[in-house]
Structures are given as structure tokens and as C-alpha cells.
């Protein structure tokens, strides 16, 4: 395993020694003196509990020193935060102090193994001072003691689960460490604790079990996981996959961005956040501007089968076709279709139907009503601007209640919620993109049954939902779901 060096700041004290000592502090080996040491908590934290909440110190609470000076400094009073005890100068001239129970040691060694000993407290090594005058001390947490939810990993046949943590030290590394394992029975798998080393560099952490792998980024880690003051902790949590009902009985879950094609490498990609859209041509007062072949977000509804010519692909400049017949294909698990870094076949687009039933759009009456489709269909569903200039179409998973929709106000808000967010991207028509952040328009996986060079799309904007269909030679976004 590939040594992971850390320091979480989140978890910083300072400690704060008062003098109370004799006039001449030992320097040789072998002689003590005696320290009061006064450990503030005034930025937000002292030690764990299980519960998640970071809370003062309790007489009885013990310091260790270790390194060039021995000994056990024992918390005095709680509410001052004040340790007491005897410090004996050994070999060597680095210091360490460390805080660690056993009871939290043993709490957490019933969930993560091995893993028990890590839960600590403890300051970088600092020079030993004969006079006892350390200034400051600042304490940190060696490794990042994480509350996970990890109910996206469940058995199906409720069998115990391992879930293994790995990283990839390096953004353009492919190689991974395991870092750590987990194992509990599926039905406990969201009261999980788990200390984890962390590393500010890390490109990725990994959780992986039961056949299934969730991603997180380090920024991701970082900002929302490690335990802070006050509230339960705030801790790692990782949510099952927000579900979307879309067929009585199926479920769907959507791809975290849009779909776009990569042409610097010629691959299929998704939008790093779900609120990205970068249309093919600049928009500019006529609707025109210049083609760029780098990054496309608009496809052609072209036929899958007829990608391998040139000039077929749903991310040409120009449409072209060979045959169109009404049962084409379009983004599905046909071949020659992959996203970078997906199994191929993987993700596919919505159907008409699916679009319909996920919306409450009841195509007989050409508008969203309350006794169509998944249940709570047209309330889980709602146009926003979130600012910044981010406009389109939030939809709430099955779970959710659309009283929420309410208090999504910008982009951060939606993965609270677990909400899908479809951009405004417009749409590509004529060698033009218009209505970029006033229209969604995004293609479905059916064909016209009638006129096979048409095919579906959802429309939404502040004023409407329906469905439609058009030319397959217009160009319109694709959110994709598996």
C-alpha cells in the first residue's frame, strides 16, 4: 500500500500551555517537570463521539506525550479545557502529544477493524523546550473519521456487505489503494463509522460492494464529511442513487450531466456538473456563430446502426442519413455507443412513454395532470432560474416530497434533494443554437411511428411541458438514465 501522509486541518486545536514550573526546567534525560496544559476549544472541537458530535472535554480525558519527553497529562477541568501531569525528558528532541480513548477505540474498532487505532488526536512532532514554553500546539486528526450512509450498497438478499475504500493518490493515476474495508449486515449499512487516511491531493475516492461503485472527489470529501461542531457532525454520506420511476414498476436513475462528445479525443462524455451546457455553435444575435467541433452538446437523432460512416454521427456539423426507418435506434444499447469510463450499453435515453409516465404529461389531454403517470408527477416538477445565470427544468426523485421544490434556490441545493436538473441548452437548428437559457428541449429514444424522419422530444420553458416531435436533423440535448 502507497504510504498516504495527512494532516485533516478541519480537525485543528490549539493548545495553549500555561507555565507552572520550577524556575530551572529539566534539559537532561531523566528529569520531569510539571505542565499545565490549557487545551481551547474556541474553533469548534475538542474529541468524538459516537454520535457524530464533536463535544468538550470530561475530566478523566488523557494527553499523551510521546518522543523526546514521556509522560500523561490528565484533564483537570472539563469545562476549561485544562490537562495536568509530569513529563519525563527522554532521548531525542522531538515531541509529540496525542489524545486517545479506548472507549472510542474499542466503539469504533467494532465497525472498522484494524482501523480502531487511528481514531486520535494528535500534533505534528515539535522540538522539546527545556523552559517548557511551547507557545501554541496544534492538534489534528491523522486520519478523517467518516459517518457513511452506505445503504446505496445493500444485497438484495440482505447478506452482510463489504465495502472497500480505495483512492488513486494521483489525478492521472490508474492505479488504486485500498485504504479500507468495511463489513456490516445490508440492513446496517447506514449507521456506518469508518476512519479513512485522507489525502488533500487525491484525485478520487472509491466505495465500492455489492457489484456496485460510487465516486467521490477529495473537494467532495473534504467539505462534507469530516465531523465540525455542534449538530450531528456532518459526516460522509453517501445516499442511494435517487430513484425515478418512469413504467409502473421501473425505476430509472439519471447520468450526473449532460451527454456531450468529446472531439479533442473522440469520446462520448458526461457535463462535470448536471447545470453544464456548451452548445456546438456560439450564440450570437441571429442565432449563427461559429462551429466548434471540440465540444458538442446538441445531437441529430441519427440512426446507431449508421454511425460507422462518416458524416452519420449525431455530433456532425451537418445531418446525413442512409436508411430512416421507424424502428431506429438512438443513444441505446446498440453498438458502437459508450460513454468514457461506462460499460458499454450501460445508459440509454428515456423513451417517449417513459418521459410521458416520469412527467404526468398525459399525451390525450397535451399537458401534465395529477392522475397521470408516476404519482406526484406534475408537484415533483417545476421550471427554476438558479441563478448565475443557470436556468432550466428540476425534477424531484420518487422519494422526495415536492414540498421541497420550494427551497431549491441554486445549484447547490440540488443534490440535497436528489433532484435531476435539466439544463436550458436550446436547441441546434439550421446551423444555429438558439433559446439557450429560456428552452430545454431534449431528445427521447422513439422515432415517429409515422414520418421516419421525425423522431420524440420533451420540450419545457416557465410556460409549458409537453411532448413533440421534429426533423431528426435538429439538434437537441440528451440526459441519459440506466
Request: contains cysteine; negative net charge.
Amino acid at each position: 500500500m502507497k504510504k498516504v501522509s495527512l494532516l485533516i486541518a478541519a480537525f485543528a486545536l490549539v493548545l495553549g500551555f500555561s507555565q507552572c514550573r520550577k524556575p530551572n526546567l529539566p534539559a537532561l534525560n531523566g528529569e520531569t517537570q510539571h505542565v499545565v496544559l490549557n487545551a481551547s476549544w474556541d474553533n469548534g472541537g475538542s474529541k468524538i463521539e459516537q454520535n457524530g458530535s464533536l463535544l468538550k472535554w470530561t475530566e478523566g480525558d488523557k494527553l499523551t506525550v510521546s518522543g523526546g519527553a514521556t509522560g500523561t497529562l490528565s484533564c483537570t477541568d472539563a469545562a476549561n479545557g485544562t490537562f495536568e501531569g509530569e513529563i519525563t525528558k527522554g532521548s531525542g528532541e522531538d515531541i509529540t502529544f496525542t489524545f486517545q480513548s479506548e472507549d472510542y477505540k474499542e466503539n469504533f474498532k467494532e465497525q472498522t477493524g484494524a482501523l480502531a487505532d487511528a481514531v486520535s488526536l494528535k500534533s505534528a512532532e515539535l522540538d522539546y523546550k527545556a523552559d517548557g514554553n511551547y507557545g501554541t500546539v496544534s492538534m489534528g486528526m491523522p486520519h478523517a473519521v467518516l459517518k457513511l450512509d452506505l445503504s446505496h450498497f445493500a444485497s438484495p438478499s440482505k447478506a452482510d456487505v463489504t465495502v472497500n475504500i480505495s483512492v488513486k493518490a494521483e489525478a492521472e493515476s490508474k492505479e488504486e489503494d485500498v485504504i479500507a474495508s468495511v463489513k456490516c449486515a445490508s440492513d446496517k449499512l447506514g449507521e456506518v463509522y469508518v476512519a479513512v487516511p485522507a489525502n488533500g491531493s487525491a484525485a478520487t475516492y472509491t466505495f465500492s460492494g455489492s457489484g456496485k461503485t460510487v465516486e467521490m472527489s477529495w473537494p467532495a470529501l473534504y467539505g462534507s464529511t469530516f465531523f465540525t461542531a455542534g449538530g450531528n457532525g456532518g459526516a460522509a454520506v453517501i445516499k442511494p442513487t435517487p430513484k425515478f420511476t418512469v413504467a409502473d414498476g421501473k425505476t430509472v436513475e439519471f447520468s450526473p450531466g449532460n451527454l456531450y462528445w468529446d472531439g479533442t479525443e473522440s469520446k462520448f462524455r458526461f457535463e462535470a456538473n448536471q447545470w453544464d451546457t456548451k452548445p456546438a455553435y456560439s450564440e450570437t444575435e441571429d442565432g449563427f456563430g461559429t462551429w466548434n467541433s471540440i465540444h458538442v452538446s446538441h445531437f441529430f437523432w441519427s440512426n446507431t446502426t449508421d454511425w460507422q460512416e462518416p458524416g452519420m454521427e449525431p455530433y456532425a456539423e451537418d445531418y446525413s442519413y442512409s436508411t430512416q426507418e421507424t424502428n431506429d435506434v438512438f443513444f441505446t444499447e446498440a453498438p458502437g455507443f459508450q460513454v468514457e469510463g461506462e460499460d458499454a450499453g450501460a445508459w440509454r435515453t428515456l423513451s417517449r412513454a417513459e418521459w410521458n409516465y416520469l412527467l404526468g404529461f398525459d399525451p390525450e389531454q397535451w399537458g401534465q395532470t395529477d392522475d397521470y403517470g408516476r404519482p406526484g408527477a406534475k408537484a415533483k416538477s417545476a421550471w427554476k432560474d438558479l441563478g448565475g445565470g443557470v436556468s432550466g427544468f428540476v425534477i424531484l426523485p420518487d422519494d422526495a416530497d415536492a414540498s421541497v421544490m420550494e427551497s431549491i434556490t441554486e445549484t447547490s441545493h440540488l443534490a440535497t434533494h436528489g433532484a435531476v436538473f435539466l439544463p436550458a441548452a436550446g436547441d441546434r437548428y439550421y446551423g444555429g443554437v438558439e433559446n439557450v437559457g429560456s428552452k430545454c428541449k431534449y431528445y427521447s429514444s422513439t422515432p415517429n411511428e409515422d414520418e421516419a424522419d421525425h423522431a420524440y422530444y420533451m420540450s419545457f420553458s416557465s410556460d409549458f411541458v409537453y411532448s413533440s416531435y421534429d426533423y431528426r436533423s435538429t439538434g437537441y440535448a440528451v440526459r441519459l438514465v440506466r
